[in-house]
């Protein structure tokens, strides 16, 4: 079965300051892992996801994950916060389509950023 | 604007209750995945549907119930509503299960059960 374990469930940093977001999963079969964000009252909207290929993932509003077989990690980072970015993150796995398509979500991790 | 529509907004109903959730895919999406969004229970899958056939089911009760239909639009059945279904429910759409792994989430429908 999978499972995802986000460290966590609030993250304050400062505007300019790192984000880092972590997440860990479990998965007995190699994952497609994406990272979701939702702003209040909106839906999910897809930052970032790994399939194959390279490990180092580019997403939206410049944030990137790094997908680490061997910590079976995919922490979000971004190097610089904007007051922006303030909004839930939830990291999700899945299997590999057909009826394993189906996303397990993480609990979240509520992001704050401090002017 | 993900291109996923979902009626109505907010339902607000008693329990006991029947309501019908509504979802639109993306133009060219076969895939429609619904989610329940609780406090409790954090986002959890409920059921997939695929090109009009049901493709994988997840936590779904009994008294739930969904189909698609031949122009891809899908509808969730919550049946004699209970106070723990109050909830925020998510449609997703895929072009492919199979090709693209993307899933891209309507604004949701909050349910609130009295």
């Known amino acids: 079965a999978q499972s995802v374990t986000q460290l966590g469930s609030h993250v304050s940093v400062s505007e300019g300051a790192l984000v880092l977001l972590r997440c860990n999963y479990s998965s007995s079969v190699p994952p497609y892992l994406f990272w979701y964000v939702q702003y209040p009252n909106q839906g999910l909207q897809l930052l970032l996801k790994y399939t194959t290929g390279a490990t180092l993932v580019k997403g939206i509003n410049g944030f990137e994950a790094e997908f680490k077989k061997s910590e079976t990690s995919f922490h979000l980072t971004k190097p610089s916060a904007h007051m922006s970015d303030a909004a839930e993150y939830f990291c999700?796995?899945?299997?590999?389509?057909?009826?394993?398509?189906?996303?397990?979500f993480g609990k979240g991790t509520k992001l704050s950023v401090k002017p | 604007d993900s291109g996923v529509t979902q009626t109505p907004k907010h339902l607000i109903t008693a329990t006991g209750q029947r309501v019908t959730l509504r979802c639109s895919p993306r133009?060219?999406?076969?895939?429609v995945y619904w989610y329940q969004q609780s406090l409790d229970q954090g986002l959890q899958f409920l059921i997939q549907y695929y090109n009009g056939e049901e493709r994988a089911k997840g936590n779904i009760l009994e008294r739930f119930s969904a189909q698609q239909f031949p122009d891809l639009h899908s509808e969730l059945n919550l049946s004699s509503l209970e106070l723990g279904d109050s909830a925020l429910y998510f449609c997703a759409s895929s072009v492919d299960d199979r090709v693209s792994y993307e899933q891209y989430f309507g604004p949701g429908t909050r349910l609130t059960v009295t």
């Open positions: 999700a796995v899945s299997g590999r389509g057909g009826s394993q398509g189906n996303l397990i």
């Open positions: 133009s060219g999406d076969l895939s």
